[in-house]
């Protein structure tokens, strides 16, 4: 089925790393790679990356990412309240002609 | 700075017609392809369509295609969805993201709710 999987939640602990990952196909993810967006409740998305590692000005340190295959990555390190949100991934599928969002995963910092 | 403001939004019969805009300022619009990406209550994201930044291509996802349309005026700064044959799964809050390059989805409206119920 045509589109980008992320697990729907991750729970990890202040000051811990979370990986979130991303997974789509050849046609997208593999050949255009992706990006991150971050999103709190009641508020509008923020890039967090593009071309699968490319960090807008701005964006923490604490933020990695990085491909491999049909799959990204999205590493947050030193968990902080505030890192609790929702996390999509982004790609532009090349054979269907789309842009294509991951389902989305919730991280709970505890 | 950049600024994305909307405007159009509302609640709406099923089969209606709603027009959504996305006035921009503190960049140079006419570089910039623009996007409407939605996301419905209590689901994910959802890209709904894109126009390049001379307008000369739109495209759209399969569940709006035929019903919507993407249209910018270069001149006022503003980017336009009209949406037609309205459905109550098009409940959603929208917004208007920019595309420039490879950077996709870097500046945001701040969103407009559309609510098509009866």
């Known amino acids: 089925q045509a589109g980008l999987t992320q697990p729907p939640s991750v729970s990890k602990g202040l000051r811990e790393t979370a990986t979130l990952t991303c997974t789509g196909d050849s046609t997208n993810v593999g050949s255009e790679g992706a990006a991150w967006l971050q999103q709190h409740q009641g508020h509008p998305p923020k890039l967090l990356f593009y071309r699968s590692n490319r960090r807008p000005s701005g964006i923490s340190e604490r933020f990695s990412a990085s491909r491999s295959g049909t799959t990204v990555s999205l590493t947050i390190t030193e968990l902080q309240p505030d890192d609790e949100a929702d996390y999509y991934c982004?790609?532009?599928?090349?054979?269907?002609?789309?842009?294509?969002f991951g389902g989305g995963t919730k991280l709970t910092v505890l | 700075q950049v600024q994305l403001v909307q405007s159009g939004g509302g609640v709406v019969l099923p089969g209606g017609s709603l027009r959504l805009s996305c006035a921009v300022s503190?960049?140079?619009?006419?570089?910039?392809?623009m996007h409407w990406v939605r996301r419905a209550p209590g689901k994910g994201l959802e890209w709904v369509a894109a126009i390049f930044n001379d307008g000369s291509n739109e495209q759209y996802g399969d569940s709006v295609k035929g019903r919507f349309a993407v249209s910018r005026d270069n001149s006022r700064n503003t980017l336009y969805l009209q949406m037609n044959s309205l459905r109550p799964e098009d409940t959603a809050m929208y917004y208007c993201?920019?595309?420039?390059?490879?950077?996709?989805?870097?500046?945001w409206g701040q969103g407009t709710l559309v609510t098509v119920s009866s």
């Open positions: 503190g960049l140079t619009f006419s570089n910039y392809g």
């Open positions: 993201t920019s595309w420039m390059g490879a950077s996709n989805f870097a500046n």
């Open positions: 982004a790609a532009w599928d090349s054979s269907l002609r789309v842009w294509f």
